[in-house]
């Protein structure tokens, strides 16, 4: 984008090929989803709406396949009980790491619910830090703040979330998906693995393709 004539050695670069087929395949991706959100379905001679959004137990669904809105979802819930969780700890003196208990068995499970199965941007991480830090520093006291000479204070956030007993939400994040994994992933995937070992080919099909019982 600086050089302001782009010749046909620009265009056969490993980088500039590699773009250009970052963009061809952005484009095919529009376009079927862009097919996919035109379809029609009916009951009957009834069609059926279409719609970008959804919720399904509790958690919304998107027609990007994106957890933008479940995290938009899960944000707003969150924010709406920690400070009306946090008003009551604070009027009962309750000090910076009770109330990082009571908001991680409380605020957190609503913050990180589904977050197991979240594929999640550097953006959408953000914004979940964000919040973390937000309620971290209402817990510590230790606002970023204006001084009377203008000058501002910003506590380390590092340093709030240890004063509170806590860690970064990528943490409670990875240890959630390291659960779901052991608990559920690993153990059904050794069960199969054995029996794939243990059984027998039954025939072959096209392609070399082998039947197993």
Known sequence: MFVPNVG??????????????????????????MEATNLVFYVGDVPLKNVTEFKYLGRPLSADDTDNAAVSYNLSKATHTWFGMY???SSDGADSRTMARFYLAVVQAQLLYGSETWVLSGHLLDRLERFHAR?????????????SDGTWVHPPTSEVLDFCG???????????KTTLLNRYAQ???????RR??????????????????
């Open 8 to 33: 046909p050695k620009h265009f056969a670069t490993k980088a500039c090929r590699t773009q250009a087929g970052r963009h061809v395949e952005r484009d095919q991706l529009a376009r079927l989803a």
């Open 87 to 89: 008003h009551v700890l």
């Open 135 to 147: 309620c971290a520093r209402f817990m510590a006291h230790r606002h970023i703040r204006r001084l």
């Open 166 to 176: 806590l860690s970064t939400i990528a943490t409670y994040i990875a240890k959630r």
């Open 187 to 193: 153990p059904h995937s050794a069960a199969t693995y």
């Open 196 to 213: 794939c070992i243990s059984s027998t080919p039954v025939g072959s099909g096209a392609r070399h393709q082998m039947w197993w019982t």
